[in-house]
């Protein structure tokens, strides 16, 4: 058991042990030039000799006019294609503004390395102090510890952009902060893919044992971890005002409602109906475009859903492959789930005497905030 342990520990650690790249960084945080502008910036998951995020800001520093940046990062002692990592200690580093000369030109002033006492975690104590210095804070944290990792922005009141995994969109903590509006997608896409730098040896892995296309690609060469990750931040973007303008009348026939919810079936963000006034279920890709003066969110179908209750469960239901065989599982499963009535093209369904519903993949609630 302990080996197993081990190994599973293992693995969670070289999955948390992406590099983003400069040029996902690049295309992302020029959005956000006015919000650096007198501001000390906290990357506290991030290696200065690996970190694409330091880089980023040590080399654009004087052109954001930033007031400090401090990087800190978990202590390693594994070697990587990155750096030993055989320091003793964990470091914490911290850059300045330089000078102007008399000519003009800008000289930047060389970073403080110090020693951090313990480990380097952002949960530590020395890192919370640094934490609290911070105005802003721009990283790519561990995805295994996201729901953590968030919690302390939001205990500590900090303005934040940061990579995360879509799937975190689903955490009830995380969602919660979309639903109060304390927390948006940034401005880069969901839909486009995020490329990440790892560990050779992980490279290897992925190459040997998952699907390329789905798992990594190979760019210039170079395998790279493909994640789906986005961005979550509580800094505002113009992104965030632009009007969906529906453009569909609704018609019943064409947005039928759920059998478990009061609400009815958007499969795409560009259908939303532009006169319906009750309440609408969209894909998690909704919040892409999600205008908060012009919807609310109003809850999730996940489990047993979030913020609208599920009318009607399936305990007593069974599950039913295409070919009429029964899988030996219970409509139980599906509990939460949106779910329409009728029999599905292709996949699962469920029945219970001449009732047979489907399940459908999560949904986000919303309405018009002027309804």
């Known amino acids: 058991m302990a080996q197993n342990t081990s190994l599973k520990t293992a693995q969670i650690a070289k ?26 910036i906290y990357c506290n998951c991030d290696d200065p000799s690996a970190s694409k995020f330091y880089k980023y800001f040590s080399l654009n520093f004087h052109e954001l006019k930033l007031k400090k940046l401090i990087t800190t990062c978990y202590k390693n002692q594994q070697p990587d294609l990155f750096s030993q990592h055989d320091s003793e200690k964990a470091i914490w580093l911290e850059l300045e503004g330089g000078v102007v000369d008399e000519d003009g030109a800008y000289k930047p002033k060389e970073p403080v390395i110090r020693h951090l006492e313990r480990d380097g975690d952002f949960r530590s104590l020395e890192c919370i102090e640094l ?72 490279a290897k892995q992925l190459v040997e044992t998952k699907k390329e296309g789905s798992a990594w690609k190979r760019v210039n060469g170079v395998v790279k971890a493909r994640s789906q990750s986005v961005w979550f931040t509580n800094l505002d973007h113009d992104k965030r005002r632009v009007s969906l303008d529906p453009y569909k009348e609704y018609a019943p026939e064409e947005y039928p409602k759920y059998d478990n919810y009061d609400a009815i079936e958007v499969s795409k963000t560009l259908d939303i109906p532009k006169n319906y006034p009750g309440v609408m279920g969209v894909p998690i890709t909704y919040l892409d475009r999600h205008n908060p003066e012009e919807f609310e969110i109003l809850g999730l179908s996940q489990k047993v859903g979030l913020g609208l209750k ?9 599950e039913i492959r295409q070919d009429g065989s029964k899988t030996g599982s219970s409509g139980k499963k599906t509990n939460g789930n949106p779910v329409m009535k ?30």
């Open 15 to 40: 999955n948390d042990d992406f590099y983003t790249q400069l040029s996902d960084i690049e295309n992302e945080l020029k959005h956000y030039k006015l919000h650096f502008e007198g501001k000390v």
């Open 131 to 202: 934490l609290k210095q911070a105005d802003i804070v721009v990283t790519n944290p561990p995805f295994s510890m996201f729901r953590a990792y968030i919690a302390q922005l939001v205990e500590y009141d900090k303005k934040f952009l940061i990579i995360g995994n879509k799937n975190a969109i689903n955490y009830k903590q995380v969602f919660s902060l979309f639903m109060e509006d304390r927390v948006w997608i940034g401005v880069t896409s969901m839909s486009k893919d995020l490329l990440f730098d790892v560990p050779e040896d992980y």
């Open 310 to 318: 599920s009318t009607k469960f399936y305990d007593t239901y069974e």
């Open 342 to 371: 009728g029999r599905p093209s292709r996949g699962n369904f469920f029945v219970k005497g001449n009732d047979i519903v489907y399940s459908l993949y999560g949904r986000i609630f919303i309405r018009y905030r002027n309804s």
